[in-house]
């Protein structure tokens, strides 16, 4: 059964940083690009970021460049994206999803698995 388990989110300050991760199991983690996706309040989701399955190559929405970087750990099966010069904007849910492209989707259905969610509040 694939399992996709996010943690790390919480409640941080507008310029602080946060790391998340996604635990993986069920599958051969390094065979599948990941990405991260995000749900704000009353919004639908908006996609953040991808990686490849090696980990060699990146993408980012431009709402994030610059500030979020996406990384894999194959040998441990988890996804991390670290969040920094946060702002209001990015409070959401956050998630995980397997497979699919890792640049940006023509469509949230590519993706064949998703996490339950970590939320990250940016307030002060």
């Known amino acids: 059964e694939v399992q996709l388990v996010e943690s790390g989110g919480g409640l941080v300050q507008p310029g602080g940083s946060l790391r998340l991760s996604c635990a993986a199991s069920?599958?051969?983690?390094?065979?599948?690009?990941m990405n991260w996706v995000r749900q704000a309040p009353g919004k639908g989701r908006e996609w953040v970021s991808g990686i490849s399955n090696g980990g060699l190559r990146t993408s980012y929405a431009d709402s994030v460049k610059g500030r979020f970087t996406i990384s894999r750990n194959n040998a441990k099966n988890t996804l991390y994206l670290q969040m920094s010069s946060l702002k209001p904007d990015d409070t959401a849910v956050y998630y995980c999803a397997k497979g699919g492209a890792f640049t940006r989707p023509t469509t949230l259905s590519d993706y064949e698995s998703w996490g339950q969610g970590t939320q990250v509040t940016v307030s002060s």
């Open positions: 069920g599958f051969t983690f390094n065979t599948y690009n």
